[in-house]
């Protein structure tokens, strides 16, 4: 009998360590794939330049074609719909909640913060100061780790830049 039990609590231990497990493995692949479709996405949206401005030597975005080509390649790197205020999973998608995307901003010529570059820009959700050397796009995704076991999700935020030099 003293077995039957010793063996019941070993199970019941290996369970749990493999639930941990679990979920760490996913919060970390999804820490992951979260900045890298981010990185993937700002370089996207950084591409769109206005070329008249650009011949008279100011540096300018196309914010709308560079918040199209984010969009885009969000969707097609985490495999969602962006249905107007979040990325919302497709049914096979490694992300089971909604992707919020918290902020986005093109720092250029245009800029009140940054005249001129070098410059110094307080990206306001986290309260940080990035040192920019040149027009910059800068992204910030939110998403919910997801769990396929008990356990509360954990929040996951990153912050992508991407800048001409």
């Known amino acids: 009998m003293q077995v039957y039990v010793y063996m019941f609590f070993a199970s019941f231990l290996f369970a749990i360590v493999m639930v941990l497990q679990v979920n760490i493995d996913g919060d970390l692949k999804a820490m992951d794939r979260i900045q890298k479709a981010n990185e993937f996405a700002v370089h996207d949206a950084a591409i769109p330049i206005n070329f008249t401005d650009f011949t008279r030597g100011d540096f300018r975005f196309e914010p709308i074609q560079g918040q199209q080509n984010y969009i885009n390649s969000i969707n097609y790197s985490l495999n969602t719909t962006w249905n107007g205020t979040a990325f919302v999973p497709n049914e096979n998608s490694f992300f089971q909640e909604p992707i919020k995307l918290l902020y986005i901003e093109y720092v250029d010529a245009s800029h009140p913060s940054c005249p001129s570059f070098p410059c110094s820009f307080e990206v306001p959700i ?23 076991f008990v356990g509360e999700p954990s929040p996951i935020r990153k912050l992508s830049i991407y800048e001409y030099k």
């Open 126 to 148: 986290t309260e940080t100061v990035e040192h920019l050397a040149g027009p910059s796009v800068l992204a910030i995704l939110e998403a919910e780790s997801p769990r396929f």
